[in-house]
């Protein structure tokens, strides 16, 4: 048995035992070997991603039938197999292994990926000045509004922002010449979302070739002769404009309104926005006070982070020890960048006060 599976056993054994046993007795447990943690691209996960499960997820006795007895599904999710409990993407974060398809982060540990996710929050919070819950998963996780077209060989097609996404661009990017798409997207009455109507031109089904003219009948008609022109043109008479008034002015052409995101993604948002202030006794769209000014946390970020956790993970959930870690590394982080900027500026005065003197 190797060793991160008798460790995990060993933690299982603990979580369902009651009393001192269960809550972390005398007993020492073996100390996990320090295994150097990879990504496999082919099954999409990352390799100690058990063990970090059954350390830094909840509830044990689901993390334990998922991680001791593969009974994965439909507990586990692609980002508990990346060590990645926010289903944060790549942007070079520490401990980044490598992403997926899709720009999902496998992490070395767990703790990365909780570092990560309370730095990307101040992001939002204080750079980006995304202070509400809506504000903040509507760029967390944004909208995914996909229709069926239902022709050839395409599958979805997004209809929010179909000629400014990443993806549309690749597709155009791709097309041959003379076979662009196009498509448009008008909403309904009352804006309510439309209809997608796609334009594909098509080529004729017979190509048309030029007979030599020696098979006659059978190559194309003549073209008639132009009529040469006379040298002088004939004079014409100008035509009077009608007179335009303020009836007859042409009326301005009114603006194609495009269909915005889809109802069930702003349902989505909602419901996941709803998750993060619950308990807080805050609003969707309110202030979630999760940072000072200065880029300290306050006491929301840890609720606020176990809600995201659990809303992203599913059936699972990261555990409290998980984000007050995070949490308390960066508030050492936040002292250690106020100690060096004071000791700069200190330096600073000092040589500012000798060039004086000098």
Known sequence: MVPQTFYALVLTVRALLPGEFGAGGDAALPEPQAVAARYEPTNREVTNWRSEAMEALEPKPV?????L??????FVTRCVKLNNYWCIKSARWNGELATDSEGHVGFATADHSADAAATLLRRYYLEFNRKSALDIVRRWAPAECNVATGIGGMAML?????????????????SKKGGAVRYTAKAGPGGKPGRVSMVIPMAPKTPQYRV?????????????AKSLEPLVAARRKPVREPATTASAAPKPTPKVQVAAA?????????????????GLGLGPSDD??????????????????????????????????LVEGAIER?????QENAKAAAQKAEVSQEQQAGTVER
Request: charge should be positive; glycine fraction near 8%.
């Open 288 to 321: 979630l006070k999760l940072f000072a000014d200065d880029g300290t946390p306050l006491p929301n970020l840890t609720h606020v982070m176990l809600a995201m956790s659990a809303f992203e993970l599913g059936a699972l959930r990261a555990s409290p020890d």
């Open 212 to 224: 030599p003219s020696i098979a006659a009948g059978m190559g194309e008609k003549p073209k008639p």
């Open 69 to 74: 007895f593969k009974a994965e599904r439909p």
């Open 63 to 67: 993390v334990a039938m998922a991680a």
């Open 330 to 334: 960066a508030i050492a982080k936040v």
């Open 262 to 278: 889809c109802p069930s993604e702003e349902q989505r948002h909602r419901n996941y926005a709803g998750r993060m202030v619950e």
């Open 158 to 174: 997004a209809v929010r922002g179909i000629g400014g996404t990443v993806r549309a661009q690749y597709l155009a990017s791709r």
